[in-house]
Nanobody, 112 residues
């Protein structure tokens, strides 16, 4: 099973944009991969996922400002985040839908 690693987090001002990357250890085209976030003291929630065929589904909390895409040749799934707000500060994770294994995630902090 392919292993995933997140990167691209950082400090961004409100209203700014950020693109997170999720790189696979092997071919990602055969997997459904989701993006999730967990804010301090809160439960983990799902932003969306991308399917085997490259179709994406964004959950309501992410639908207006986030987008998910992938580059199979680079073994990478992206989470594009726009118009960021302080309440989207969290650790962001990518995960195979059919796996129970979580990576270390990447911290996104939205602040002045």
């Amino acid at each position: 099973q392919v292993q995933l690693e997140e990167s691209g987090g950082g400090l961004v001002q409100p209203g700014g944009s950020l693109r997170l990357s999720c790189v696979g250890s092997g071919d990602i085209s055969g997997y459904v991969i989701g993006w999730h976030r967990q804010a301090a003291g809160q439960e983990r929630e799902t932003d969306g996922f991308i399917t085997y065929s490259g179709h994406t589904h964004l959950y309501p909390s992410a639908k207006d400002r986030f987008d998910i895409s992938r580059d199979v040749a680079k073994r990478t799934v992206y989470l594009e985040m726009n118009n960021l707000k302080p309440e989207t500060t969290a650790v962001y994770y990518c995960k195979l839908r059919d796996s129970h294994s979580w990576g270390r995630g990447t911290q996104v902090t939205v602040s002045e």
